[in-house]
């Protein structure tokens, strides 16, 4: 009688963070549905817990991982460095207890790039390591070129308006000027872990979420680049929607926005990270209101400074926006992106709001905060051309006008239109025969033969 084959397992580590986790749980899903057994190795703090969403899944933690207060205290990447450096062991010591109690089942360690201490771990017990990239393709291959360059002649150099415009070779659009890192704290810092995760890069193959149909350039260039087999798998969230949201999601926008006309409304979440200050939510509570359209706006956690915001407005905008907006804490945004009331989206532009937006045919506003951010808004309005960036400092009349842009205009209707188009292009990816598709299926039979 032939031997039933054992099942592989996988073990994810992503970083504590809402971006990260909600692409690793969908990469969990995705091969578990093809028949892996998937441990999640996460730290002390934005734990995910077990759930029906995830039949199988095993949650372990990573003892004497960092505090939370830490992340507050240094800023996302200090924390990530120190992080790496006080992580090492302890992984190693997380990887040790899994080979004794599941007996040696480990097939691949999967990690965020930005988790790139996990390698240590990889070496020392033999275990194959793939890395994980959550932002785009574009952003990625940016980053590869910024830690090959001399940082200091070359930031000197940047000033120069020439060297700011000329295209990076291989990856038109992108230019000289995208590569500088934006609003993530000091510069050193953030060069320092670019060379750290170049510097201990030892794994056998590379997994971004994206499809090809949005990045094929830059996707080229990077397989030409990296030297390892490159699987372009999103968007994730189709492929395996998989529900692993940090924030308690408020589902009674979706009961407002049935009563909504079709493509009326115009729904502004700025993520689980970016932050708006008291002036920027006062003029764009009144350009929402000035524009006579429905609104759904998003506060996040922490995404508008002011607790208070609401009672600190004239008690004319308040009245508008009790009128005419519905405000809540975290929504299921896959689910209001697909609604047809929703006609825009007003985005910081992380590349799961992206690939979301894309995903359901709805064009943006882009109101970028820091890094990748700035250059998602700059694809999303010259590259696809399915969006506006709303640039400098935020006025009430400027809102308005964007909003009306995207939502009454022609030019609104126009981006519909090719944000329809791409959107077909997108989930056909993801069918049976599409790119995306066949990358998965080359990503199992790899992940089963190494």
Known sequence: MEKKQEKKRIVLVPVPAQGHVTPFMQLGKALSLKGFLITVAQGQFNRISPSPDFPGFQFVTIPES????????????????KHNKTNEASFKDCIAQLLL??????????????????????????????????TSATNHASRCVLSKLNAERFFSDIEDPEVQDKVVENLYPLRYKHLRPSGLGPLEPHLEMRREIVNKRTASAFIINTSNCLESLSLSW????????????????????????????????????????????????MGSMAHMETKE?????????????????????GSITCPDWIETFPEEL?????????????????????????????????????????????????RPFHGEQL???????????????????????????????????????????????????????????????????ELVKYLETD
């Open 66 to 81: 960092l505090p939370e207060s830490e992340l507050k205290r240094l800023g996302p990447i200090e924390f990530a460095l």
């Open 101 to 134: 109690q599941q007996g040696n089942d480990i097939a691949c360690i999967i990690y965020d790039e930005s988790m790139y201490s996990c390698e240590a771990a990889a070496r020392e017990f033999k275990i194959p390591c793939v890395i994980f990239t959550t």
């Open 222 to 269: 990077l397989q030409q680049e990296l030297k390892i087999p490159v699987y372009p798998l999103g968007p994730l969230h189709i492929t395996a929607s998989a529900p692993s949201s940090l924030l308690k999601q408020d589902r009674s926008c979706i009961e407002w926005l049935n009563k909504q006309k079709p493509r009326s409304v115009i729904y502004i979440s």
């Open 281 to 301: 939510v006062v003029e764009t509570a009144w350009g929402l209101s000035d524009s006579n359209q429905p609104f759904l706006w998003v506060t996040g956690s």
């Open 318 to 366: 308040r009245k508008t926006v009790s009128e005419r907006g519905y405000i809540v804490k975290w929504a299921p945004q896959i689910e209001v992106l697909a609604h047809p009331a929703v006609g825009g989206f007003w985005s910081h532009c992380g590349w799961n709001s992206t690939l979301e937006s894309i995903a359901e045919g709805v064009p943006m506003i882009c």
């Open 375 to 441: 250059l998602n808004a700059m694809y999303i309005e010259s590259v696809w051309s399915v969006g506006i960036q709303l640039e400098g400092e935020v006025e009430r009349v400027t809102v308005e006008r964007a909003v009306k842009r995207l939502i009454v205009d022609e030019e609104g209707a126009c981006m519909r239109d090719r944000a329809r188009l791409l959107k077909d292009k997108v989930k056909a990816s993801v069918r049976n025969g599409g790119s995306s598709y066949n990358a998965l299926d």
